[in-house]
């Protein structure tokens, strides 16, 4: 590590994110917050593998009506379409929830907004002519949505289907078939629609995880799912020309890991698959007829997206690591005499890091946990430390790019940054564990770390603080209240204090996704009541920094106020610290920066820490 937290070479790192090669391999769209916020980039793509040089100036993918003109065009998604004339774009504007979609024409500077009108509009997939474009549209005061699809020249539409979190997730090569995934979260479901007859077929229900494509020759459909499994595989289905799916088989499948990326060869012959294993990933290739498949060199411990170039010989990855900022390699594939090997085609920036270690704890109640400690350079015996719990809470801390973390070790503070049951990475049964009124035992867990710490001896138990993002803030704020005495500070980044107003004032769409997870708020009033840390507030003994973001309407602004409210006139130090441009992630790089400098340096104060 160097030094100190202002001289962290890794704390204003630029990201780069989601490559996208355009349909006939000359250009390569990506997205990166070189400028500060997250914009798109295209370039052409270097066929020799060498790296690819930066335009001076982002995509201009700006929307030009409505309340969103006015704000930042943050760029969230891309996708080519398949004829090469558009990059569709889904920006969110300022970070919020209310994503815009737009056609840009990079090589013109046209562009295009997608159902202008509407309250927000996601991306789905592109039709394989490239006439058709699947969007979800939400309209206001609505909980669900309509999977649309778009026709591009004329801008007319036609839903496919309605519903929670619905999502176009694939069309076929025919224009015959679409592929629609619809549900709450932890109860998705997979349809088949025949989009001349409108008949609809069941593919999988009760799902965490829910992905489809087609197959090129369109006799198969590929679907990347856990329903009915533990974790997420590769399964193969046959498609009749009648329209009836038969002959589901497993391509690719773990008993004990998830499948976290899928990427098809335009050929049709292979696959890219992404392994989560023990929380870093492992890249494979493998034949779609169901062989063995063949381990790749991962550029990085974290990957977070795969594709093949068009002509098929190599990956095009994203990743990211403890010390190394998200970047973009390529991955040339295997050839007779050649081995696989990687080249960096958007390099991002490295540095030194405290590397994360696996450490294995168990909860009150007997179950198996983990999660991964970050010592600070020279640590001996107890000491100052954090706990950090990642948001979701389907979601997952794994060992990559994470500048607060390290900024803490940095500052000399022990980073312990557990897995909660309700957590992802270790199958359905684990996920699930925390939903409804199992809520107490994830609360129960944060204890269980601390315990952990000290009974370990690597913390001081009079100098442990917690702290988390949105789910993360949320069970920040619960273990201070039911456990006083425990932590010696906090910090609730977006968390939800009160989950009756956090579903009366969010997205309703947002809430309607979120019912299983945290309970019914038509139906389960006096759990979400129960479960709310704002009723308990007297109990929290110990200084709070609350941070959030103006323009987040996923946990609004008002629960950080409540929070901060319910502590004034009580002899606790309560800071509220409101990002303007930013909504539910701070998205702006320099922004983050300050973030984390401010952080580290508000934790290290509260715990007696001087590394400055």
């Known amino acids: 590590m160097a030094g100190t937290v202002e001289e962290h070479e890794l704390l204003a790192a630029v990201s780069r994110t989601h490559p996208a090669p355009s349909p006939d391999g000359d250009l390569l769209a990506w997205i990166s917050d070189r400028d500060g916020r997250p914009r798109a980039f295209v370039a052409p793509l270097p066929g020799d593998g060498s790296p690819v040089s930066e335009p001076e100036q982002a995509l201009d993918v700006r929307v030009e009506r409505g309340p969103a003109a006015e704000l930042s065009p943050d760029v969230t998604a891309l996708a080519w379409s398949p004829d090469g004339r558009w990059l569709a774009c889904q920006i969110a504007p300022a970070g919020g929830e209310r994503s815009r979609v737009v056609l840009a024409d990079p090589r013109t500077g046209a562009r295009r907004e997608i159902?202008?009108?509407?309250?927000?509009?996601?991306?789905?997939?592109?039709?394989?002519?490239?006439?058709?474009?699947?969007?979800?549209?939400?309209?206001?005061?609505?909980?669900?949505?309509?999977?649309?699809?778009?026709?591009?020249?004329?801008?007319?539409?036609?839903?496919?289907?309605?519903?929670?979190?619905?999502?176009?997730?694939?069309?076929?090569?025919?224009?015959?078939?679409?592929?629609?995934?619809?549900?709450?979260r932890g109860r998705r479901r997979l349809e088949l629609i025949d989009l001349r007859t409108g008949r609809r077929t069941e593919l999988a229900s009760g799902a965490t995880i829910a992905a489809a494509r087609f197959g090129v020759t369109g006799g198969t459909l590929l679907l990347h799912t856990d329903a009915g499994r533990e974790h997420p595989a590769l399964l193969a289905a046959s498609l009749a020309e009648d329209g009836d799916v038969s002959l589901t088989r497993i391509v690719?499948?773990?008993?004990?890991?998830d499948l976290d990326l899928v990427a098809l060869d335009p050929a049709g012959a292979r696959a890219a698959l992404v392994w989560n294993?023990?929380?870093?990933?492992?890249?494979?290739?493998?034949?779609?007829?169901?062989?063995?498949?063949?381990?790749?060199?991962?550029?990085?411990?974290?990957?977070?997206?795969?594709?093949?170039?068009?002509?098929?010989?190599?990956?095009?990855v994203a990743g990211n690591g403890p010390d190394t900022a998200p970047r973009v390699s390529r991955v040339a594939l295997p050839s007779p005499g050649v081995p696989a090997h990687t080249t960096p085609l958007l390099a991002g920036a490295t540095g030194g890091a405290v590397p994360p270690r696996p450490e294995v704890f168990t909860g009150e109640d007997g179950l198996d946990l983990h999660g991964w400690v970050l010592r600070p350079p020279g640590a001996d015996g107890p000491g100052p430390?954090?706990?950090?719990?990642?948001?979701?809470?389907?979601?997952?801390?794994?060992?990559?790019?994470?500048?607060?973390l390290q900024a803490l070790a940095a500052a000399g503070i022990t980073v312990f940054a557990p897995n909660v049951r309700g957590s992802s990475g270790r199958g359905r049964t684990f996920t699930q564990a925390d939903d409804g009124d199992r809520r107490e035992?994830?609360?129960?867990?944060?204890?269980?770390?601390?315990?952990?710490?000290?009974?370990?001896?690597?913390?001081?138990?009079?100098?442990?603080?917690?702290?988390?993002?949105?789910?993360?803030?949320?069970?920040t704020l619960a273990a201070l209240t039911r456990f006083p005495g425990l932590?010696?500070?906090g910090v609730d980044?977006?968390?939800?204090?009160?989950?009756?107003?956090?579903?009366?004032?969010?997205?309703?769409?947002?809430?309607?996704?979120a019912a299983p997870e945290y309970g019914d708020p038509a139906t389960q009033t006096a759990l979400l009541r129960s479960l709310s840390p704002i009723h308990a507030a007297d109990r929290i003994t110990v200084p709070l920094l609350v941070v959030h973001g103006a323009h987040d309407t996923n946990v609004p602004l008002g629960e950080a106020h409540r929070i901060v409210a319910a502590l004034d006139g009580a002899e606790v130090p309560a800071e509220l610290v409101i990002f303007d441009d930013e909504g539910h992630e701070i998205l702006d790089r320099r922004s983050r920066e300050r973030f984390v400098r401010d952080t580290a340096r508000w934790l290290a104060t509260t715990l007696g820490v001087t590394p400055w």
């Open 277 to 316: 294993v023990g929380g870093r990933s492992r890249l494979e290739i493998t034949d779609l007829r169901g062989r063995q498949p063949a381990r790749l060199p991962a550029p990085d411990p974290i990957l977070t997206g795969v594709v093949f170039t068009r002509d098929g010989s190599a990956l095009l």
């Open 115 to 184: 159902a202008p009108t509407a309250a927000a509009v996601t991306l789905g997939a592109w039709s394989p002519t490239g006439r058709m474009l699947g969007v979800t549209i939400q309209q206001e005061r609505r909980g669900d949505g309509a999977a649309c699809l778009v026709d591009v020249r004329t801008e007319s539409s036609t839903v496919l289907v309605t519903g929670v979190a619905a999502v176009v997730c694939a069309i076929g090569g025919d224009g015959r078939r679409a592929v629609v995934r619809t549900g709450p």
């Open 487 to 489: 932590f010696r500070a």
């Open 252 to 257: 690719a499948g773990r008993e004990d890991s």
């Open 385 to 404: 430390a954090f706990v950090w719990l990642h948001g979701g809470p389907e979601s997952e801390e794994r060992p990559g790019f994470a500048p607060l």
């Open 493 to 513: 980044i977006c968390g939800m204090a009160d989950l009756e107003t956090f579903y009366a004032s969010s997205e309703p769409w947002v809430g309607a996704a």
């Open 441 to 475: 035992h994830s609360i129960t867990d944060v204890r269980a770390a601390a315990r952990h710490l000290v009974g370990a001896g690597i913390a001081d138990p009079d100098r442990i603080a917690v702290g988390g993002r949105s789910y993360g803030g949320y069970l």
